[in-house]
Each structure stands twice: as structure tokens, then as C-alpha cells.
């Protein structure tokens, strides 16, 4: 832990189910709105009110069609089908808030870097250097198929051109445009002096990029980096890219340990350990009182459908969950999908008897992310515990009815955790990399920052 207050994010997805499948059913959810401006409009300022750092949007290439072979069971319960552009939100929610970040999930495996690099610096002018960029590498077979290949990478290949990826779009970002190359000189006619601008000259094994950047420089350059690997390449990536870490292990012993691994995996990159941050994600019941909030809980419980929760699974672990009985012991695997989503439930809690039933229970609200339930002091206590004790530096807030879930964490959790001056009353001036980490351009040490 690093800051003397917590950072929160939303996790949010563009989309009428995230990862709480089945709650769209939940009386007075309104996620069916996703496709309403006014609606993302309302979630931006209920976040700012509370203080969050950012509305992290997930995103997904593809349909999950690995249950029963098939898209159908993804399609007819809404399982992250449909879901719409997370990036075209961001300049709405812009417009209606003055401090809030927002976290942009794009793949690197289906994009050319220059491309992206353009519409990620457009969107950090128009947010004034409010951009963070969630980095991922696309699992899923449709994505692939859809987007002209045969078959998905493999994880190793994954990775290796994200690492090339990146590196394209740090050169872009950080080398190709000096700081004062906009002049504009209206007496000169000059609006730029072509000495400061600069091709980049990238030549890789998947990528060649003359170069320069097509945008001037933005607020902060290179957006705040995001990243969530888990498997052992990922973690690499992550260690050499991340500035931010979205943790998804459901233990506290499995925090830790992912925690102290990257910590000790960025110094072996070259970078300073302190300059992550944790991010673990959580999904918060609450109510005014204990028991208001244990019949809210029951009551999305009821809602959690099963196979809507193994089809959204399934398709994260690469795993056809109908073909397996319901006591059947899942097993410690290894897949082309999301190894983390494996780790966390059998890997890094191997006393766990994870049963095809037990998964689906316990993933129904949050996937692989604690659901704390309680009043505001039970869920103030639980995370000043993992903010002060486990040495995390925020959380990434799941909703399980939308936006109900957030605004009863903001009314009810988000006081009390000021009253504990555990988060900041007013946000302080300047962009989401100055906010997080005192500075509004990547660290020494940080490949963007390397010659």
C-alpha cells in the first residue's frame, strides 16, 4: 500500500450482463438501458459523487458459445451478448463529470497499434488526460473467427504481440511529438514546427511503423496502463507493462501472494515495485441495516441463473461445464482462454472442493470476486481490512443490479468510509495518472519511458 486513502473503481460493461448473471430479472435493475445515453450520464455522476477514481469498463470480441457447443445459451440470457462499444461512452460520461477516469478495456490481438494509439490519445484530449487503457489479449474462438482467422493465438503468442504492441504505442505516444512542437503561429503561419515532429521508425516482427504519431500530445501521453494477467506469461506482461493490477483471486492468501509475485517480478523487469497499484475486484451488498442487506442478497441470489453463470464461465476457462455432472471435481487446467479465471478457483485455493455446482454457486454474484454483505460499517470494515491489513490500494466495485448497486454504495458505504478518512471528500486538480500516482507520465524504469 502506497496512498494513505483507497482508490475505487467501477466495473462496469457496456452491456446488459457483466459477470452477475441473471440479476437484469432483479425488480427495478435497469440494465436494459445500457443502450441509453442518459443512463451511462447518470452513472458517471453517481460515480464522481462517491469519490471514484474511474468507471472501469470490461469489454469482450465474440460470443460465449463453449457451453453445449453453443451460442444460444449466451444469447437467449443475455449473457455479455449484447454488448456495445465501451469506448464511444467515454466522451458523454466526459461531458456531465469534471475529475472521474475512465478505463477502457481493447485487445491487442485484433488491432494494428497505430490505429489504437490514435483513438486512445484522442479520447485522453477529449477527457483532459482522464484515460486509463485496460490491456488484453482476446480468448475467445468467435472473436477470432469473426475477425478473419482460422483459429484464436495461443496465450504465448497473445503476449508476445502485445509486448510489440505496446511498444509501438509507446514510441507513438512518448517519442514521436516534442512537447512544444505545437506552435501556432498565426503571424509565421506555423502551426507546428516539423523539426519536433518525428517518425518513429518501428521495425518488429509483427509490426512496422514509420511513424510519426497522427495526434499531438495529450494530457498525459501514454494513458494510465490497467492490466489483469494471472497465468505465469501474463504476470510477465503485466510486471513489465501495468501500472494498475486488477486482482481476481477470491482469498486474501491468494491477494497476497499474487501481490508479492508482481511486486518481485517488476523489480526483476527494472522497475520500482512501489510504483503498482492492487486493485482486487468486489461486489458489495449493503443495506441500512444488516438484515436489509442479507434479504437484498437473498433475494439476487434467487436471481443468479446457473447456466447463464457456467456458459459466462465457460467461456472464460475454455470448459463446456454441460458436458460435466454437477459433483464432478473441476480440476486444476491449463487453456488458451483465461488461465486466471482456473488459477483462482483451483490453483490458489486448492482446499476449496470445487464441484461444477460449488463454481456455479459461488460465482453466481461477481465471478471470481468476494461478495461482502452487510451494513455500511460491516462493508467499511471489510474493506478498510483489505485496504490497511492486505495492503491493496483500492477496489474495483462489481454491481450485481444496475445501477442499484452503486448508488447504495454510494449513499450508504462512501460516507462512512470518509468519516474514516479513508477516502478522499474532494478530488484533487489534474489528470487520473496525477490522482493515482503523483505524476502524469509514466515513471523511470517503465518501458514507455526507456530509449
Known amino acids: 500500500m502506497t496512498d494513505d486513502r483507497m482508490h475505487l473503481n467501477l466495473f462496469t460493461m457496456n452491456a446488459v450482463e457483466h459477470v452477475t448473471a441473471g440479476n437484469w430479472r432483479t425488480a427495478g435493475d435497469q440494465s436494459h438501458r445500457y443502450t441509453d445515453t442518459e443512463y451511462w450520464e447518470e ?21 460465449y458459445d463453449v457451453y453445449g457447443d453453443s451460442r444460444d445459451t449466451a444469447i437467449e440470457k443475455a449473457v455479455q451478448t449484447p454488448a456495445n462499444d465501451p469506448e464511444l461512452v467515454v466522451p458523454a460520461m466526459a461531458s456531465v463529470t469534471d475529475h472521474l477516469g475512465f478505463a477502457v478495456t481493447r485487445s491487442t490481438t485484433y488491432v494494428h497499434p497505430y490505429q489504437l494509439a490514435r483513438e486512445l490519445s484522442t479520447l485522453d484530449h477529449l477527457t483532459d488526460g482522464r484515460l486509463a487503457f485496460n490491456v488484453v489479449t482476446s480468448y475467445l474462438e468467435s472473436a477470432a473467427e469473426n475477425l478473419g482467422l482460422d483459429e484464436r493465438m495461443d496465450r504465448e503468442e497473445r503476449y508476445d504481440r502485445a509486448d510489440e504492441f505496446l511498444d509501438v504505442c509507446y514510441a ?154 454437477p459433483d464432478q471435481r473441476v480440476e486444476h487446467i491449463e487453456t488458451d482462454a483465461i488461465q486466471g479465471a482456473v488459477n483462482a478457483l483451483t490453483k490458489h485455493v486448492p482446499e476449496r472442493d470445487w464441484t461444477v455446482r460449488e463454481v456455479a454457486k459461488f460465482c453466481g454474484l461477481g465471478s471470481t470476486s468476494p461478495v461482502v454483505v452487510g451494513s455500511p460499517e460491516q462493508v467499511a470494515d471489510e474493506l478498510q481490512h483489505w485496504f490497511e491489513d492486505v495492503g491493496v490500494d483500492g477496489f474495483n466495485v462489481k454491481e450485481i443490479v444496475r445501477p442499484g448497486t452503486l448508488r447504495d454504495f454510494v449513499d450508504l458505504v462512501v460516507p462512512e468510509l470518509r468519516e474514516r478518512d479513508l477516502l478522499r471528500e474532494e478530488y484533487e486538480d489534474g489528470t487520473l495518472r496525477e490522482r493515482m500516482f503523483g505524476r502524469r507520465r509514466p515513471p523511470e524504469g517503465h518501458p514507455a519511458k526507456r530509449e
Open 172 to 325: 507513438l505516444w512518448e517519442d514521436s511529438w516534442e512537447d512544444d512542437a505545437v506552435v501556432r503561429d498565426a503571424d509565421a503561419g506555423v502551426y507546428t514546427d516539423p523539426e519536433k515532429v518525428h517518425a518513429v521508425d518501428f521495425e518488429g516482427e509483427r509490426f512496422s511503423v514509420p511513424g510519426p504519431h497522427s495526434c499531438e500530445p495529450s494530457p498525459q501521453r501514454t494513458p494510465v496502463l490497467f492490466q489483469a494477467g494471472s497465468s505465469d506469461r501474463g504476470r510477465e506482461f503485466a510486471a513489465r507493462n501495468a501500472e494498475a493490477l486488477f486482482v481476481s483471486q477470491p482469498t486474501e492468501e491468494g491477494v497476497r501472494s499474487y501481490v508479492d509475485d508482481l511486486r518481485d517480478r517488476a523489480e526483476d523487469a527494472g522497475r520500482d515495485p512501489d510504483d503498482l497499484r492492487f486493485f482486487p475486484g468486489i461486489a458489495p451488498v449493503v443495506g441500512e441495516t444488516e438484515a436489509v442487506a442479507q434479504a437484498k442478497y437473498d433475494r439476487y441470489r434467487k436471481n443468479v441463473d446457473t447456466e447463464a453463470t457456467l456458459a459466462l464461465l465457460g467461456g472464460f476457462m475454455d470448459l463446456d461445464f454441460s458436458e460435466l455432472d
Open 43 to 63: 452513472v458517471a455522476r453517481l460515480a464522481e459523487r462517491g469519490g471514484f477514481e474511474a468507471v472501469f469498463f470490461a469489454d469482450v470480441r465474440g460470443v
